[in-house]
């Protein structure tokens, strides 16, 4: 009798856990937002410390790729800038000059205007004085046009100068986010390449149970809606957690092909996102149910 007694409360104690899981509404499994840094300059990595399992700041420093061609490079382009700029004192000086020459022919022109009012002078000798006045003003015409083009010149040459600072800056290596190293992809010392992928990284605070819902739910969900999360916990049972609906699927798509059964394979779902604080314990691909109604529902 004691020993049909204990197999009946087994039975019992089994259906009750059997019942409980089937309470839940949708499961699925725990995933996080990925990020996977790129390189985005060319050359050797002559730095790098992500490695899995550690955790970076948002902006801080990761890594950096040589930079040593593009040093001598803006250094080249910084001496051109000095050698550009003394050729522009230069044309200034000389449009000093001639402005000082001008204004002395104006005085000279002046008084003989007023000397061959008296018949003391001839208009040769004011028309003289015109044309070397035309002369001296096509003359700074033309160095002025020299200046101008130094000032294109000089553009040109911060803008190149600007690029190159863009590409030391891209040439150094940071977390996009504040988050967990997953995996790294390449070593220090290696060659890389724009668009070559260094390492993944992603934000372990919160997780994102990603579960599949029939038709029929799909009515009564609601964003930002609160859900409770079941996840196994360590003494073998149930660890509830709360969560929020944070994204619905717009279109239906057929059941994961980690169904099995052909039968479920063929239903059309719709997959929710559900935000979970983690708390430590939930891990990207640990499996998680969902319970989002009531339970008279």
Same mark, same amino acid.
């Given at each position: 009798?004691k020993k049909a007694g204990l197999l009946l409360s087994m039975a019992c104690l ?36 992500? %490695?899995? @399992?550690?955790t970076g700041k948002a902006g801080s420093y990761a890594g950096c790729i040589d930079?040593?061609? =593009? ?9 051109? !800038?000095? @050698? ?12 000093? #000059? ?6 002395? =022919? ?9 000397? =061959?009012?008296?018949? $003391? ?9 015109? /044309? ?7 003359? $700074?015409? &033309? ?5 101008? &083009?130094?000032? #294109?010149?000089n553009d040109a040459l911060d803008v190149q100068i600007a690029q190159v600072n863009?590409?030391?800056?891209? &040439?150094?290596?940071?977390?996009? +986010? ?5 995996? !790294?992809? +390449? ?7 724009? @668009?070559?992928?260094?390492? %993944? ?13 029939? /038709? ?22 149930? %660890?509830?957690?709360? /969560?929020? +609906? ?16 052909? %039968?479920?394979?063929?239903?059309? #779902? ?5 935000? +979970? ?7 990207? @691909?640990?499996? /998680?149910?969902? #319970? ?6």
């Amino acid at each position: 009798m004691k020993k049909a007694g204990l197999l009946l409360s087994m039975a019992c104690l089994v259906s009750f856990c059997s019942t409980d899981r089937q309470k839940s509404d949708a499961y699925g499994n725990f995933e996080a937002v990925e990020y996977i840094v790129s390189a985005e300059g060319q050359g050797t990595l002559t730095d790098f410390l992500p %490695k899995e @399992g550690i955790t970076g700041k948002a902006g801080s420093y990761a890594g950096c790729i040589d930079t040593t061609q =593009l040093f001598l490079k803006k250094q080249q382009l910084m001496t051109q !800038k000095k @050698g550009l700029t003394a050729r522009r004192k230069a044309v200034n000086a000389q449009l000093d #000059v001639l402005q000082a020459q001008k204004n002395n =022919l104006l005085l000279e022109k002046t008084r003989v205007e007023k000397l =061959l009012e008296g018949n $003391a002078a001839t208009p040769k000798q004011l028309d003289d004085i015109k /044309g070397n006045i035309e002369v001296l003003d096509k003359q $700074a015409a &033309s160095v002025s046009l020299q200046r101008e &083009s130094l000032a #294109v010149e000089n553009d040109a040459l911060d803008v190149q100068i600007a690029q190159v600072n863009e590409q030391i800056d891209k &040439s150094l290596i940071r977390y996009p +986010v504040t988050g967990t190293v997953l995996e !790294k992809y +390449v070593e220090k010392s290696e060659l890389v390449f724009p @668009g070559k992928p260094l390492f %993944k990284i992603a934000s372990l605070d919160t997780l994102f149970l990603r579960v599949y819902i029939d /038709g029929s739910q799909l009515p009564a969900l609601r964003l930002n809606q609160n859900a409770e999360v079941v996840v196994d916990a360590e003494d073998g049972g149930l %660890k509830k957690l709360s /969560g929020r +609906v944070c994204w619905i699927a717009s279109q239906a798509e057929f059941t994961p092909k980690t169904i099995q059964t052909r %039968k479920e394979r063929v239903n059309l #779902v719709y997959a929710v996102k559900i935000s +979970v604080p983690n708390d430590g314990s939930l891990k990207i @691909g640990m499996p /998680g149910e969902a #319970v989002f109604f009531s339970r008279e529902k």
